[in-house]
């Protein structure tokens, strides 16, 4: 757990260091001015460098009988060095502010705006996938907020605030599985297009690679540990072969029971050879992966899909 904790702080610290050193976005607020208002248009995410910011939302409600309204302000949280302020609104591509955020003391703010681009995509992904990290900051430090005041406040406040945590967490969960769906879509698609030029090419070379190939396309042997083991040091003493050569060939999913694989022609061949399995298991892994991630995906889309009472729409 302690790992996993340094690991998230390193990834939020890349990402403060990437996109908020910048001098020419980096901007003071004097106590008691707005950073933004309730309703304005605001297509920046900032990161707090010093002081702290209150948020407080507006509600209006209207009396059909007296036909009066009545205006009550609600304080939303409060937020200090290294917390993000705007994330609903910029990455739901809303870009209009939920609440007043007014600065409780001095301000230093860094900001990225909808011009700023990724940096270094290849390595890190889009600009989204780049702030996962953040974005799972900003909903943790929220769902903390909420819990500490819905002991202090009344039910129907407690219930706003649960219901806009659902509500960003709906549309944030929507935009990371649409660009986390388009990726798998093009891993999906490469590897199937890597699995039948190599099926081509391999069953025209050479059949013991062509019969390497397709058993690692089968993944590994479901033999215990300790039976692999036992198999490994069986092909070694009987057939001469190497250590790591005899480990591998153990791996090979029955194939104890396939005497045509352990026949002379065949062993000649199979340490140049084996490598071709090894291509088949990863490709078998890779495959594996792509539905793996693409069963996860799936699930996060539903719960953006979910209303912010937990149903479906």
């Known amino acids: 757990m302690i790992i996993e904790q340094e690991e998230f702080q390193k990834k939020l610290k890349r990402i403060n260091l990437a996109y908020f050193s910048d001098p020419d976005r980096i901007i003071t607020i004097s106590k008691g001015n707005a950073v933004v208002r309730q309703g304005e248009q605001n297509k920046r995410l900032y990161l707090i460098l010093s ?52 600065a409780e003391t001095d301000l230093e703010l860094a900001y990225i705006d909808t011009t700023t681009p990724a940096v270094d ?3 890190y992904g889009t600009l989204l996938e780049q702030f996962v990290p953040a974005i799972v900051h900003e909903l943790a430090a929220r769902n903390t907020r909420v819990f500490d005041r819905t002991a202090e406040k009344e039910e129907a406040l407690r219930m ?19 660009e986390l769906n388009n990726s798998l879509g093009v891993l999906s698609r490469k590897t199937d297009f890597v699995l039948e030029t190599l099926d081509n090419m391999f069953r025209q070379e050479n059949a013991f690679r062509y019969t390497l190939y ?100």
Request: proline share 4%; glycine share 8%.
């Open 51 to 102: 002081g702290s910011v209150v948020s407080s939302r507006h509600v209006v409600k209207e009396d059909p009988e007296t036909a009066s309204t009545s205006h009550k302000i609600y304080k939303a949280f409060r937020a200090g060095p290294g917390d993000y302020l705007g994330v609903q609104s910029f990455f739901s591509g809303w870009f209009r502010s939920s609440s007043d955020l007014i």
């Open 214 to 313: 397709n058993k690692g396309l089968e993944g590994t042997s479901s033999a215990s540990t300790s039976e692999q083991r036992r198999l490994a040091r069986q092909f070694e003493k009987n057939y001469g072969l190497s250590q790591d050569v005899a480990k591998a060939l153990a791996l090979i999913p029955d194939i104890q029971n396939q005497p045509e694989l352990l026949d002379k022609p065949f062993l000649s061949q199979l340490e140049q050879n084996l490598p071709y399995w090894e291509l088949g298991h990863d490709l078998h892994d890779m495959k594996l992966a792509v539905r793996h991630a693409t069963a996860i995906v799936r699930s996060v889309r539903l719960l953006g899909e979910a209303t912010p009472d937990g149903k479906k729409e």
């Open 160 to 178: 706003l605030h649960r219901s806009e945590m659902a509500a960003t967490l709906g549309q944030l969960s929507a935009g990371i599985a649409h």
């Open 121 to 123: 995509v290849e390595r």
